[in-house]
């Protein structure tokens, strides 16, 4: 009889979850307002310029190591996101159009969308469902990659940053004014932005909103102190542990399990970066200077991060995050998937653990979209295997 025993290695590798070093990009000094990743971190972008002066759009290719001037024309740019790959970027600016780009940020064209404050934009893990929020104005859909927009029916609020899941059906945007003290609410949607609902949660200086790749898990931060967390799609919020302070912007990982934010101290000044590894459940401070900390960005594994200074540089961090191996079926194949790295890891067999025998698998993997997990199919053999990731 044919019997399949799949078995997981450990890896023999220690998780350095927390990012300790962050190190300024080659990039210029500018009012850098947003900074967005690849699922993998190796794509980086960030732009600069809002809300009242003008500024370029960089990119970077090699996790941050080098950044170059993209093609957009100067302008003052206020948000910008990619899709999974890095390929597709959208990018918002103040009082114009949205423009996208479909080759890394080699070639920009403008959208159909009209000419807003755009505060903050979303993208699908393949780059075609946008979300976009004006700044005291409405919300913002698109299906086709921005060629057309569609209002919600979201009221007009002073929208600030949306966060949206890896197929686009789970949208969360928030809302507030820090400049002017002026609270505002948090909506969500189950279905890309056809209908919104409204959470129950207590108004805030909301300043940026976070999601996991299947939309589940939502972190919200504001500008009055307190960090909330959602693990039901918006339903429900209930306050972290987070201290109270003056947060600013929060990315999260593919899982919602690592999640960086960036405060600012009262008055607009510089503040810290904060790290989790456990959802919101605790909270420590990283090493990353203080500075007036615009915007962070987070690789699908939370290895590969960045940060961006308003009236500064761009800071990245580079740390190790080991990914869990995962083993299951599809159809008669033997599924083996894991968060799309930062960092090189290699999937090897072995059918003796007693032996220091494994081998590389050839098989490719291919990028799950919906997941964010990296995915390698295989037939089934008999007796016992072992897989682990090696780096």
């Known amino acids: ?119 903050g934009i979303a993208a699908s893990a393949d780059g075609r469902k946008l979300v976009a929020v004006v700044y005291n104005g409405l919300i913002y859909t698109s299906t086709n990659s921005g060629a057309t927009w569609t209002p919600t029916s979201v009221p007009s609020d002073f929208w600030e940053v949306p966060a949206s899941s890896t197929d686009g059906t789970k949208l969360v945007a928030v809302a507030g004014d ?96 904060y790290a989790s590894t456990n959802s919101g459940a605790t909270w420590t401070k990283t090493s990353a200077p203080v500075q007036v900390w615009n915007c962070v960005a987070s690789s699908a594994d939370g290895g590969t991060l960045a940060a961006a200074v308003y009236g500064g540089l761009v800071y990245t961090s580079q740390s190790i995050s080991a990914p869990v191996l995962n083993i299951g079926y599809s159809g008669n194949s033997v599924l083996l998937s894991w968060t799309v790295p930062s960092t090189t890891f290699v999937l090897q067999q072995s059918s003796d653990l007693s032996m220091n025998n494994w081998t590389d698998v050839t098989n490719v993997p291919t990028l799950n979209l919906a997941t964010l997990h990296n995915q390698v199919m295989l037939s089934p053999t008999l007796g016992l295997n072992f897989y682990r990731l090696n780096h």
């Open 178 to 273: 820090p400049f002017d003290a002026i609270a505002g609410p948090i909506y969500s949607s189950t279905n890309s932005g056809v209908a919104w609902t409204k959470a129950n949660v207590p108004s805030h200086q909301w300043t940026s909103v976070a999601s996991s790749a299947d939309g589940s898990k939502m972190v919200a931060v504001a500008y009055d102190g307190p960090i909330y967390a959602s693990t039901n799609s918006g339903a429900t919020w209930t306050a972290t542990s987070a201290p109270t302070t003056n947060w600013n912007s929060i990315a999260s990982s593919a899982d919602g399990r690592k999640l960086v934010a960036a405060a600012l101290a009262p008055g607009f000044g510089g503040g810290p970066i």
């Open 1 to 119: 009889m044919k019997r399949l025993r799949q078995i997981i290695c450990v890896l023999s590798i220690v998780s350095r979850a927390l990012a300790q070093n962050w190190t300024a990009a080659g990039v210029p000094v500018e009012n850098w307002t947003s900074v967005a990743a690849s699922a993998n971190g190796s794509n980086l972008v960030a732009v600069s310029g809002a809300p009242f002066g003008s500024g370029p759009i960089y990119s970077s290719r090699d996790s941050g190591a080098t950044w170059t001037p993209t093609s957009a024309p100067n302008g003052p740019w206020g948000c910008v996101a990619s899709s999974a790959d890095g390929s597709e970027l959208i990018a918002g600016p103040v009082n114009s159009a949205i423009y996208t780009s479909t080759n890394s940020g080699g070639t920009w064209a403008p959208t159909s969308a009209p000419n807003q404050w755009w505060s």
